[in-house]
C-alpha cells in the first residue's frame, strides 16, 4: 500500500490547508496510508478531521532552513513513515521537502514568491516529479517558469458537501451584530498592510451608506489585520460596520449566512470561490484568468475588471436590490461545485497521480526550460 507524506507550513483554515485536509482524509484507506507534516503552527480545529480519519499529524517545528533540530525531526518523521510519495503543499513546504532525500515529490500550491527565494523554489519544482495547478491560468504560469509539460497536471479544488449553516440570530449575536444584519464575507490572508483585502473595505465603504443593515465580515489572520481594521476605521469611524476575525473550522457552513461572497485576489481564490457556490452564495469577485475557470459570469456569479474597484460594490448592490437574480446565481453555482468541484472526484485524480509515480524514478537533475503545451 502506498504511503503518502503531505507536507505543510501550517495547519490553520486557510484555503490550502482545507484542499490538504479534505484529500488526506478522503483518500481511501484501502489503497493509501496518509501521514501530515506541519512545519509550523498546528490548529487543533485543523487537525480534528485528520485524527478523526487517522491520519498521523506530525507537529514538527521547523523554524526555517538553518533550523538543525528542526530539520533532524522532518528527517525522522519522513523516514519512520518511509513514504513512496512526499506530497508538498506551498513554496515553503517544497523547499523543506528537498531536504530529505529519497521519495518523489508532488508539489500543489505552490508558486514561487519573489526574490532570491521565489528563484530558489522555482528551481525545485521543476525537479519535482508533478507539479499540481488548480486552474489552467496556473498552470501556464508554472509552465513560463520552466516547469515540464509533461510534469504538469490539472487538479481542480474540492469542497466537502456544505453542512446547513449555523444558526442566524445565534451567530450575528455572538458578533454583535443585530439580528436583522445582511452580510457580505470574504476571506484570505492579510499580510501587512492588509493585502488584497483592502479593495473589499474600500468597496463596501462605497455601500454602507445605501444599505444601512449591511455588515462586511472578513476572515483572515496574518501581521496585516490590524492594518486592515485600521483601514476600516479611517474609511467609517463614526458608523464602522467591518468585522474582521480568524477563519472558523466551519467557514463553507458560513458562508451560507452571506447575501454575497467577495473573492477578491489577484492570484487563487477559487477553493474560497467554489465553497461559495457549494454552499448555494453568489460571488463577486475579480475578472482574473483563475477565477474566471470558476465563476461563469452572470451564470454563477459577477466578476469585475481588477482596475475598477468601484465595480465590485456597483455588481454587489445589483444583487442585494435584486433578491431573486441572487438566488438565480447561488442555485446555478451550487449545480456547478456539486458536478466539477468535488472532495471525491479531487480524491481520485491525486489518487491516480500517486499511482503513476509508484513507477517514476525519484528526481534527477534539474530538466531543461521549455517544452510543449500541457
Given at each position: 500500500?502506498p504511503?503518502?507524506?503531505a507536507?505543510?507550513?501550517?495547519?490553520?483554515?486557510?484555503?490550502?490547508t482545507?484542499?490538504?485536509?479534505?484529500?488526506?482524509?478522503g483518500?481511501p484507506?484501502?489503497?493509501?496510508r496518509?501521514?501530515?507534516?506541519?512545519?509550523?503552527?498546528?490548529?487543533?480545529?485543523?487537525?480534528?478531521?485528520?485524527?478523526?480519519?487517522?491520519v498521523t499529524?506530525?507537529?514538527?517545528?521547523?523554524?526555517?532552513?538553518?533550523?538543525i533540530?528542526g530539520?533532524?525531526?522532518?528527517?525522522?518523521?519522513?523516514?519512520?513513515?518511509?513514504?513512496?510519495?512526499?506530497?508538498?503543499?506551498?513554496?515553503?513546504?517544497?523547499?523543506?521537502?528537498?531536504?530529505?532525500?529519497?521519495?518523489?515529490?508532488?508539489?500543489?500550491?505552490?508558486?514561487?514568491?519573489?526574490?532570491?527565494?521565489?528563484?530558489?523554489?522555482?528551481?525545485?519544482?521543476?525537479r519535482?516529479?508533478?507539479?499540481?495547478?488548480?486552474?489552467?491560468?496556473e498552470?501556464?504560469?508554472?509552465?513560463?517558469?520552466?516547469?515540464?509539460?509533461?510534469?504538469?497536471?490539472?487538479?481542480?479544488?474540492?469542497?466537502a458537501?456544505?453542512?446547513?449553516?449555523?444558526?442566524?440570530?445565534?451567530f450575528l449575536?455572538?458578533l454583535?451584530?443585530?439580528?436583522?444584519?445582511?452580510?457580505?464575507?470574504?476571506?484570505?490572508?492579510?499580510?501587512?498592510?492588509?493585502?488584497?483585502?483592502?479593495?473589499?473595505?474600500?468597496?463596501?465603504?462605497l455601500?454602507?451608506?445605501d444599505f444601512?443593515?449591511?455588515?462586511?465580515?472578513?476572515?483572515?489572520s496574518?501581521?496585516?489585520?490590524a492594518?486592515?481594521?485600521?483601514?476600516g476605521r479611517?474609511l467609517?469611524?463614526?458608523?464602522?460596520?467591518?468585522?474582521?476575525?480568524?477563519?472558523?473550522?466551519?467557514l463553507?457552513?458560513?458562508?451560507?449566512?452571506?447575501e454575497?461572497?467577495?473573492?477578491?485576489?489577484?492570484?487563487?481564490?477559487?477553493?474560497?470561490?467554489?465553497?461559495?457556490?457549494?454552499?448555494?452564495?453568489?460571488?463577486?469577485?475579480?475578472?482574473?484568468?483563475d477565477?474566471?475557470?470558476?465563476?461563469?459570469?452572470?451564470?454563477t456569479?459577477?466578476?469585475?475588471?481588477?482596475?475598477?474597484k468601484a465595480r465590485?460594490?456597483?455588481?454587489?448592490?445589483?444583487?442585494?436590490?435584486?433578491?431573486?437574480?441572487?438566488?438565480?446565481?447561488?442555485?446555478?453555482?451550487?449545480?456547478?461545485a456539486?458536478?466539477?468541484?468535488?472532495?471525491?472526484?479531487?480524491?481520485?485524480?491525486?489518487?491516480r497521480?500517486?499511482?503513476?509515480?509508484?513507477?517514476t524514478?525519484?528526481?534527477?537533475?534539474?530538466?531543461?526550460?521549455?517544452?510543449?503545451g500541457?
Amino acid at each position: 500500500m502506498p504511503t503518502v507524506f503531505a507536507l505543510t507550513p501550517d495547519l490553520n483554515q486557510s484555503d490550502e490547508t482545507g484542499q490538504l485536509v479534505r484529500l488526506s482524509a478522503g483518500l481511501p484507506a484501502d489503497r493509501f496510508r496518509v501521514e501530515v507534516g506541519v512545519l509550523g503552527p498546528v490548529d487543533a480545529a485543523a487537525a480534528e478531521p485528520l485524527r478523526e480519519a487517522g491520519v498521523t499529524v506530525h507537529a514538527l517545528g521547523l523554524r526555517g532552513g538553518i533550523d538543525i533540530r528542526g530539520l533532524r525531526r522532518l528527517r525522522r518523521a519522513v523516514a519512520a513513515a518511509s513514504p513512496d510519495v512526499i506530497h508538498a503543499w506551498g513554496p515553503g513546504a517544497v523547499r523543506a521537502a528537498r531536504l530529505v532525500p529519497g521519495p518523489r515529490l508532488v508539489a500543489s500550491a505552490a508558486e514561487p514568491e519573489a526574490g532570491a527565494i521565489g528563484w530558489l523554489t522555482g528551481r525545485l519544482l521543476r525537479r519535482a516529479n508533478r507539479v499540481v495547478a488548480a486552474t489552467r491560468a496556473e498552470g501556464d504560469r508554472l509552465h513560463r517558469l520552466g516547469v515540464r509539460s509533461d510534469r504538469l497536471t490539472l487538479i481542480p479544488p474540492g469542497v466537502a458537501p456544505t453542512p446547513p449553516p449555523p444558526d442566524r440570530a445565534a451567530f450575528l449575536r455572538d458578533l454583535g451584530l443585530p439580528p436583522t444584519a445582511r452580510l457580505v464575507m470574504t476571506a484570505g490572508p492579510l499580510p501587512p498592510g492588509g493585502g488584497d483585502l483592502k479593495a473589499a473595505v474600500w468597496a463596501f465603504d462605497l455601500l454602507r451608506y445605501d444599505f444601512r443593515d449591511l455588515y462586511l465580515l472578513v476572515f483572515g489572520s496574518g501581521p496585516g489585520r490590524a492594518d486592515l481594521e485600521a483601514f476600516g476605521r479611517a474609511l467609517a469611524f463614526d458608523d464602522l460596520r467591518v468585522r474582521v476575525t480568524a477563519p472558523p473550522p466551519d467557514l463553507p457552513a458560513m458562508l451560507g449566512l452571506a447575501e454575497v461572497v467577495w473573492v477578491l485576489r489577484g492570484r487563487g481564490g477559487v477553493g474560497l470561490a467554489a465553497a461559495a457556490m457549494a454552499a448555494g452564495r453568489p460571488v463577486v469577485g475579480w475578472e482574473t484568468p483563475d477565477l474566471a475557470e470558476v465563476v461563469e459570469d452572470g451564470v454563477t456569479g459577477r466578476l469585475a475588471d481588477r482596475r475598477e474597484k468601484a465595480r465590485v460594490a456597483a455588481k454587489t448592490y445589483g444583487l442585494l436590490a435584486d433578491p431573486g437574480a441572487a438566488a438565480a446565481l447561488g442555485t446555478a453555482g451550487r449545480h456547478r461545485a456539486a458536478e466539477h468541484y468535488t472532495t471525491a472526484r479531487m480524491a481520485e485524480q491525486y489518487a491516480r497521480v500517486y499511482g503513476e509515480l509508484e513507477t517514476t524514478p525519484p528526481p534527477g537533475p534539474l530538466p531543461p526550460r521549455g517544452g510543449g503545451g500541457y
